[in-house]
């Protein structure tokens, strides 16, 4: 009798989308903790871009410092797993972000003007692996808003909202933008192009001063 129940019980739990919840919630995480990963591969790149950028344009301290203070306002954010549970926190780490994009963007088209920048190595070689890791974090964040979107679509749906209000199942707030392009496009520098004109693609950026 006992495991006939417990066998009914499981059933019952399969059916109303226990089990589901327990695996998109699983997935959620594994996707969020790979966004964060690609978020401080891009946080590492930033001590030495500034510093190349410095020696060739100490005097864009403007633009330097913006991407600096835009850092550490990232940085002293934590990101724990139960930042994607907390609407509010969630809202609040993700304009950081954008904000650190945006003057990385701003940082990307100063460095336009000065062909002694553009033609350095080391300054050549940050870049690649921004545009990388920028490449990587569209990837991971669209998988995350996928997996997000999932999981609310079970939180809403009948009957497994039923079993969402019963274990306690909400749901949880997803990556979003204001430019839907910028999800999809990383940004990219030509150095090739014509001086004065650039070719980053990525958060709308302020006028350099």
């Given at each position: 009798?006992?495991?006939?129940?417990?066998?009914?019980?499981?059933?019952?739990?399969?059916?109303?989308?226990?089990?589901?919840?327990?695996?998109?919630?699983?997935?959620?995480?594994?996707?969020?903790?790979?966004?964060?990963?690609?978020?401080?591969?891009?946080?590492?790149?930033?001590?030495?871009?500034?510093?190349?950028?410095?020696?060739?344009?100490?005097?864009?301290?403007?633009?330097?410092?913006?991407?600096?203070?835009?850092?550490?306002?990232?940085?002293?954010?934590?990101?724990?797993?139960?930042?994607?549970?907390?609407?509010?926190?969630?809202?609040?780490?993700?304009?950081a972000q954008g904000e650190l994009s945006?003057?990385?963007?701003?940082?990307?088209?100063?460095?336009?003007?000065?062909?002694?920048?553009?033609?350095?190595?080391?300054?050549?070689?940050l870049q690649a692996q921004l545009e990388?890791?920028?490449?990587?974090?569209?990837?991971?964040?669209?998988?995350?808003?996928?997996?997000?979107?999932?999981?609310?679509?079970?939180?809403?749906?009948?009957?497994?909202?039923?079993?969402?209000?019963?274990?306690?199942y909400s749901v949880k707030p997803s990556?979003?933008?204001?430019?839907?392009?910028?999800?999809?496009?990383?940004?990219?520098?030509?150095?090739?192009?014509?001086?004065?004109?650039?070719?980053?693609?990525?958060?709308?950026?302020?006028?350099?001063?």
């Amino acid at each position: 009798m006992r495991n006939l129940m417990i066998l009914l019980f499981s059933l019952f739990l399969g059916g109303c989308g226990y089990n589901t919840f327990q695996s998109t919630d699983e997935q959620i995480k594994a996707d969020w903790a790979e966004v964060l990963n690609q978020y401080q591969r891009r946080a590492d790149l930033i001590p030495n871009l500034v510093n190349t950028v410095k020696g060739y344009a100490a005097q864009e301290k403007d633009v330097l410092l913006g991407v600096t203070e835009a850092r550490a306002r990232v940085g002293s954010m934590q990101a724990t797993p139960e930042l994607i549970n907390d609407t509010q926190a969630f809202a609040k780490f993700q304009a950081a972000q954008g904000e650190l994009s945006s003057a990385l963007s701003r940082l990307l088209v100063v460095s336009e003007n000065y062909p002694q920048l553009k033609s350095d190595q080391n300054f050549r070689d940050l870049q690649a692996q921004l545009e990388g890791t920028e490449n990587r974090i569209t990837v991971a964040r669209n998988r995350y808003i996928k997996a997000v979107q999932e999981y609310n679509v079970t939180v809403r749906s009948f009957p497994t909202n039923l079993t969402a209000m019963l274990f306690g199942y909400s749901v949880k707030p997803s990556l979003t933008v204001e430019n839907e392009q910028a999800i999809s496009h990383a940004p990219a520098v030509d150095f090739n192009a014509p001086q004065g004109k650039s070719s980053v693609n990525a958060v709308p950026a302020a006028p350099a001063p």
